[in-house]
């Protein structure tokens, strides 16, 4: 498995919204511009392809997907910071 950088992480996390939604009501819906952003975080990590179309392969997918981002990057958090650090 690859790591996420920090970008792709937050990505992933603003992503997350759709695994919670299906937990809670046990419905999908994913638009498709953010179908090929997760697909892109699920390449990374170094999966296989899911087939979008299949309701049980989207809900694995996902469930497999957080659960390896949540085992490697849980210990590891990142800070953002609002504003530039200067130096003088």
Do not use: F
Not at 45 to 63: D, F, K, Q, R, S
């Amino acid at each position: 498995m690859q790591a996420l950088n920090a970008t792709e992480l937050l990505e992933a996390q603003a992503l997350r919204v759709y695994l919670d939604r299906y937990q809670a009501s046990h419905t999908l819906r994913i638009p498709p511009d953010d179908v090929n952003k997760l697909a892109r975080i699920n390449e990374t990590l170094g999966y296989p392809p899911v087939n979008w179309w299949c309701a049980t392969c989207v809900i694995e997918g996902l469930t497999r997907m957080y659960a390896a981002i949540d085992a490697n990057y849980h210990s590891q958090p990142i800070t953002i910071s609002t504003h530039a650090d200067t130096q003088a």
